[in-house]
C-alpha cells in the first residue's frame, strides 16, 4: 500500500461522520462518531502514517496529498472532553464558575479517561507527522503559508493543548519551519505564535524549551524580527530569554538562547538596541552567563560575549548614560573569563568613544578589570591571551589620554604593572587592525596588519601610556 492509499483509508474513515450525523438524529458526539467509524482503525492509521512520513521520498508527496493536511489539522483541533483547554480572553471571567457547576463532568469515569487518551495519542501522533513533514525543504512554505490553517492550528496547539507530548512535537514543527528563510518574516508577525513561544520556554519538558528557544534564534537571524522580538509583550520574549539563560539545567536550551540573544545583537534596529539595552537585568545576566566558572557550556559563554561585544558598538555614555553604565558594570562581571576575546574587544571599542573614557575610568572594578585582562600569562591559549593583553593595553593607552583620568590611573597599581610589563612582552597583532592604534581618530597610515611595524606601534602606545601617567606621579 503507497503513502497515497493509506491517506485515502483517513480520509474515507473520518468523511463517513457528515453521513452518519444526517442518520442520526440531533447527530452524534465526537466519542459516538469515533465508535461508529472503527476507532481502534483511525488510531492505527495515523500511526502507520506516522512512520510513513519519516521516509525522505515521501514527505513531499504526503504533504501535498489532497485534504491530507487537513485532516492532520483537524486531528489537531480535536476537543478534550471537559473541553477545557480553549478560553477566549472574554470568556476568562465565567471560567470559575463553570468550573464549580461543572464538577461532575471533572471527575471523568474510566471510559472518559480512556477516551481522553486516545485523544492525546491522535493529537501526538498527527503532530509528530508534521514535524516529519516539516523537514521537507519543499513543503516548508507550503505548510506555513500556502495551507490557510496548518500553522495557526500548530500555534493553537503549542498555546492551549495540556499534553506535554503534543506541546513538545508542535514546539518541533515550529522550529522546523522557521528554519526556512522564506518564512522567518511571515512567522514573526504572528503575535500569537510569539505568544506561544513564551508559553513554550517555561513548559516543564526541556526539549520543549530547547526547540521553543531554538525558533527564536532562527527567526532573530532578520533584521526585520528582532524589534519586533524585542518589543513584543512589553519584553516578554526578552524575559523568558534571559530565565532560560541563567536558569535553565538544559544545555542546548541555554545555548539557543544565548544565540537568539547574539543574533539580536547582531541585527539590531536602534529600537532592538533599546529595548535590549533597558530590559532590566539583560546585560548583567548575559555577563554572569559568561563569567560563571562553574559552567562548562562554552557556546553560551561564547554568543553571550559575542552580544555583549555587539552592543558595546552601539550603546555610548552621550546617548544612553543609564544604559552605558550597565553595560561598562556587565563588562566588568564579564571579564572574568578569558576564554574568547569578546571582552576585551568591547573595551577597546568603548574607549574609541572619547565620550566612553571618563566613565570607563570612574566606573568601579573597571580598571582592574583592564589591568587583568593586560597581565594575562601566554599558556595553552597563547593567541587568545595575546590578543586579550593587546585590547585591554590599547584600551589603556586611550583612557590616558584623558587628563581628567591620568591622576587615578597613575594610582592604580595594577594600570601600572600592566604598562611596565607589556613594554617588555611581545605581542600577537591578528585582533589589531591599524584604525585601532592613534589618536581621536587620528589612524597611522600604511601599516598592514600583522605587520611588525603594528606590533612596534602598539609598543610605542604603552610608552606614551606610561609618559601620560608618569608626568603626574
Not at 141 to 165: F, R, T
Not at 232 to 256: K, M
Not at 330 to 337: D, G, N, Q
Not at 356 to 371: K, Q
Request: charged share 25%.
Amino acid at each position: 500500500m503507497t503513502p497515497a492509499n493509506v491517506g485515502e483509508v483517513l480520509l474515507e474513515k473520518d468523511d463517513r461522520l457528515p453521513a452518519i450525523q444526517e442518520r442520526v438524529p440531533g447527530g452524534y458526539s465526537n466519542g459516538d462518531y469515533e465508535d461508529s467509524c472503527h476507532s481502534t482503525a483511525v488510531s492505527k492509521t495515523l500511526k502507520i502514517l506516522r512512520y510513513y512520513s519519516r521516509i525522505l521520498t515521501v514527505m513531499v508527496p504526503m504533504a501535498h496529498y489532497p485534504g491530507f493536511l487537513d485532516k492532520m489539522v483537524s486531528r489537531l483541533n480535536t476537543k478534550w472532553l471537559d473541553n477545557l483547554e480553549e478560553k477566549d480572553d472574554d470568556e476568562e471571567s465565567n471560567a470559575t464558575s463553570e468550573l464549580s457547576d461543572d464538577m461532575g463532568e471533572i471527575n471523568k469515569t474510566d471510559a472518559d479517561r480512556a477516551r481522553d487518551l486516545i485523544t492525546e495519542s491522535r493529537k501526538v501522533d498527527a503532530c509528530a507527522i508534521l514535524v516529519n513533514l516539516a523537514c521537507a525543504e519543499q513543503n516548508k512554505v507550503y505548510m506555513a503559508q500556502e495551507h490557510k490553517n496548518l500553522l495557526d492550528a500548530v500555534i493553537h496547539c503549542a498555546y492551549y493543548e495540556k499534553s506535554s507530548q503534543a506541546r513538545e512535537h508542535a514546539s518541533m514543527v515550529i522550529m522546523n519551519l522557521a528554519y526556512s528563510n522564506e518564512n522567518k518574516l511571515h512567522m514573526a508577525k504572528k503575535d500569537m505564535l510569539l505568544a506561544a513561544l513564551v508559553i513554550l520556554m517555561k513548559d516543564d519538558s526541556p526539549y520543549t524549551r530547547r526547540y521553543a528557544s531554538a525558533s527564536l534564534f532562527t527567526l532573530a537571524c532578520v533584521v526585520a524580527n528582532t524589534s519586533r522580538i524585542a518589543s513584543h509583550n512589553d519584553g516578554a520574549i526578552l524575559e523568558a530569554l534571559r530565565q532560560v539563560l541563567i536558569n535553565d539545567p538544559s544545555q542546548d536550551a541555554r545555548t539557543n538562547a544565548a544565540e537568539a540573544f547574539f543574533n539580536m545583537g547582531r541585527n539590531n534596529t536602534d529600537e532592538t538596541l533599546q529595548k535590549m539595552a533597558q530590559h532590566p537585568m539583560l546585560m548583567y545576566t548575559l555577563a554572569l552567563a559568561v563569567a560563571d566558572v562553574e559552567d562548562n557550556n562554552e557556546d553560551a559563554k561564547t554568543f553571550s560575549a559575542l552580544c555583549l561585544e555587539w552592543m558595546a558598538t552601539d550603546i555610548h555614555h552621550d546617548k544612553m548614560v543609564a544604559c552605558h553604565d550597565e553595560l561598562l558594570r556587565s563588562l566588568v562581571k564579564a571579564s572574568e573569563y578569558t576564554g574568547s576575546t569578546s571582552i576585551a574587544e568591547a573595551f577597546k571599542t568603548q574607549s574609541t568613544q572619547l565620550e566612553n573614557r571618563m566613565p570607563m575610568v570612574n566606573c568601579s572594578g573597571l580598571l582592574t578589570a583592564l589591568s587583568r585582562m593586560a597581565l594575562l600569562f601566554s599558556d595553552e591559549a597563547v593567541d587568545t591571551n595575546d590578543n586579550i593583553r593587546a585590547c585591554a593595553v590599547l584600551a589603556i593607552e586611550r583612557l590616558s589620554t584623558v587628563e581628567e583620568a591620568r591622576p587615578i590611573m597613575s594610582h592604580h597599581e595594577g594600570i601600572m604593572t600592566a604598562l611596565t610589563r607589556a613594554n617588555f612582552k611581545k605581542f600577537s597583532t591578528s585582533h589589531i587592525s591599524p584604525k585601532d592604534l592613534g589618536e581621536d581618530g587620528q589612524y597611522i597610515d600604511n601599516i598592514n596588519e600583522g605587520d611588525s611595524e603594528l606590533e612596534e606601534q602598539v609598543h610605542l602606545l604603552t610608552k606614551v601610556a606610561l609618559k601620560n601617567l608618569a608626568d603626574i606621579l
